[in-house]
């Protein structure tokens, strides 16, 4: 079980864009997320009249390594870690480390 999944808001810790938040786009791999707005470059992309791809410069979101971002708390308004814990009916959750409170409910 993954600690940041896709649609989850984060917010980036470390890097060039420190302090950006940003609702997760997907999954690269096991390490790497790509958050939308963030981390976006610049990209010459060749046209390509068989795909029907116009060429020119686009911008694009690159991925970003998950020890970079953290989850965002609704409820502090801060970037928090993430734990998990199993309820009574043997459900896994993901909580907040700083209260407790299971995320996405």
Request: hydrophobic share 35%; aromatic share 2%.
């Amino acid at each position: 079980m993954e600690k940041i999944r896709k649609g989850d808001e984060v917010i980036v810790i470390a890097g060039k864009d420190k302090g950006k938040r940003g609702t997760v786009a997907r999954r690269v791999g096991a390490e790497h997320v790509v958050i939308e707005g963030v981390n976006r470059v610049k990209k010459h992309v060749k046209p390509n009249p068989v795909k029907g791809v116009v060429g020119g410069v686009v911008d694009k979101d690159m991925p970003l390594h998950v020890s970079n971002v953290s989850l965002y708390n609704p409820t502090t308004k801060k970037a928090d870690r993430v734990g998990f814990k199993v309820l009574e009916d043997g459900k896994k959750v993901r909580v907040f480390k700083s209260n407790g409170e299971v995320v996405g409910v």
